[in-house]
């Protein structure tokens, strides 16, 4: 199973910067070339460039209390879940093959997000 990931191209672990302008700050932001592929897809599917998409993003984790002290890795960690919600079939790659509401997805994901923590929880107490 190694082989899988240590075979891949190594261009999509290597760092970009991109300098990003956010509430009138010029902002930059580093991640691997992998998470940019992911953001942009991201953004394409909602009809923003990369920018727009990490405005939004920053202004709305604002909005709802989160502390975005870290935010490549809140980056990092949305790349995650939309690739992990595209593979349940809870987002679609375009807006138009999207049926769920928000709230609907998040609950789903939360179910999915129960059952992994679950299955963790038996393997750590049978070794």
Known sequence: MCRLFVGARSDLWESQTRSIRMDGMVT????????????????????MNVPQLLHQLYNESLDEG????????????CCM????????GLVHQTIAGSTLPVEEVLS?????????????????RSH
Request: hydrophobic share 35%; glycine share 6%.
């Open 66 to 77: 989160h502390d975005i002290g870290n935010f490549t890795s809140f980056l990092r960690v």
């Open 28 to 47: 930059s932001v580093r991640l691997e070339k992998s998470f940019w592929m992911v953001l942009e897809e991201i953004a394409e599917r909602d009809s």
């Open 81 to 88: 879940r939309y690739i992990d919600l595209r593979l349940h």
């Open 108 to 124: 789903r994901e939360g179910e999915i997000y129960a059952r992994r923590t679950a299955r963790q929880s038996g393997a750590d």
